[in-house]
């Protein structure tokens, strides 16, 4: 990416950020979500947390909970939650159906849940995320390290290419302490059929595609706010 690409991304991932955090109340049970955009609300929540508002959040990585106490967010542990009011997180593809995939920080599992847990779920994200059909992105799978192999042939019988994700010459390891693996299914024609499919296949902790766990989604592009919601 040039490094003018790379500014717009940024100027847009902040400005949806920003327009998000708008929505938090005062008293809200907060989902933090992960990533470059996700960091931007994290900031402007932390802002106003310093300026006397009231919200406990819940992090969805070890990364995030960190950054969030760092800035004096109050939080709470994500398996002692019941109930999110409302999250913010990016997403690596979304479609107008708001179906998304995520999980190039390696957080989806995490990441899931506290988008299961909430009641308001908006996605915010630059323009490069947006597209017709999903799948140019890989879909990241989080794998218990046991059941490797037996999940490999599992999504191989679903012509899935998998790649196990290494970072610095290492085998990345999650948060969770599984392996990642991305899997190039192409482009993905019915993403509720794929994720029910991988939802069966035992050892596969948690697959990227978000289908249904969206409320809205906000973008920025060329310094407008654009919104996708049903
Ligand atoms: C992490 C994620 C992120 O939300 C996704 O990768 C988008 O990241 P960024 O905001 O840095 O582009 O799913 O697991």
């Given at each position: 990416m040039s490094v003018n690409k790379q500014n717009q991304s940024e100027i847009e991932k902040e400005a949806a950020a920003k327009t998000a955090v708008s929505f938090v109340r005062d008293n809200d049970i907060v989902g933090l979500g992960t990533g470059s955009t996700a960091k931007f609300a994290i900031e402007e929540l932390a802002k106003l947390v310093n300026n006397g508002l009231k919200i406990i959040g819940v992090a969805s990585s070890i990364k995030t909970e960190e950054l969030a106490v760092s800035l004096g967010i109050p939080m709470q542990e994500l398996g002692k939650t019941?109930?999110?009011?409302i999250s913010i997180d990016g997403a690596d593809e979304f479609s107008e159906t708001l179906d998304l995939i995520k999980g190039g920080g390696g957080a989806l599992f995490r990441e899931k849940i506290v988008a299961s847990l909430s009641k308001n779920r908006i996605i915010v994200t630059d323009s490069s995320k947006k597209v017709e059909k999903l799948g140019a992105f890989k879909v990241p799978i989080e794998v218990i390290p046991t059941a490797y192999q037996y999940v490999v042939n599992e999504l191989e019988k679903l012509n899935g290419i998998v790649n196990l994700r290494y970072k610095e010459g290492k085998i990345f390891i999650s948060d969770n302490n599984n392996y990642i693996v991305d899997v190039d299914f192409?482009?993905?024609?019915k993403p509720q059929k794929l994720s029910e499919s991988l939802n069966q296949?035992?050892?596969?902790?948690?697959?990227?595609?978000?289908?249904?766990?969206?409320s809205k989604i906000i973008m920025a592009k060329d310094g407008q706010l654009f919104t996708f919601s049903k």
């Open positions: 019941s109930h999110i009011d192409g482009l993905i024609d296949i035992d050892g596969l902790l948690a697959h990227g595609l978000f289908v249904s766990l969206t």
